[in-house]
């Protein structure tokens, strides 16, 4: 990684989860209740002094329309940090999720860092999905699970802090989860099954 100067970190998951809320919140510190869905791709980086280490931040905010889940590989590809992202009031966000990993899982580096990010924490009283459930997925893909609320600001510097620390001690890659499914996952209501067919998802 050239001594973490640079890291690419690419946003995946469905419209209207967040991606760009959470962004704007954590580079800009802003939040926008009528923000416009991504269309195509956002580029956007951002310098972080971590441990005596500055790490340059790329990051690739992508539009979650069905249309633009072929494209889903190409920004995953040399990505040191993949987001996958669900609003926790969404069922079919976080569902959705599966296929959004399907369509990458064979385009990622070794060593990358993932993380589902639940994000609407402020709305968790209209929580959709078990956060058992989340965390079991989480588990099979090797993968942090990390809640974040745009709209309130919690949890994401925290989480982008937890990225960094990741990133810094990537090279010996011990601190990576020792498990990760070859397999297609599939996400299902109450269960999580792993099948061994691969899934055709960006057709």
Known sequence: MNDLEQAKVVLLGDANSGKTSILQRYIGKTF?????????????????????????LCIWDTAGQERYYSLAPSYAREAKVCMLVYDITSKDSFYNL???????????AENVIIVIVGNKHD??????VPVE???????????MYMRT?????????????EICRELVGNDSIQKM????????VK???????????KKKCCK
């Not at 009528?34 to 340059?56: A, C, E, M, Q, W």
């Not at 599966?98 to 990622?108: A, E, M, V």
């Open 133 to 143: 459930e989340v965390k079991n997925f989480a588990e099979i893909i090797g993968a």
């Open 98 to 108: 599966d296929r959004w990993y399907n369509c990458i899982k064979d385009h990622l």
């Open 123 to 128: 709305l968790e009283s209209k929580e959709a």
């Open 32 to 56: 926008n209740n009528h923000s416009s869905p991504t269309i195509g791709s956002t580029y956007l980086t951002k310098i972080v002094d971590f441990n005596r280490k500055s790490i340059k």
């Open 187 to 197: 996400l299902e209501p109450v269960k999580i099954e792993m099948v061994k067919k």
């Open 149 to 161: 609320s745009a709209k309130c600001d919690t949890g994401i510097e925290e989480m982008f802090i």
């Open 177 to 184: 989860p020792t498990y990760r499914s070859a397999n297609s």
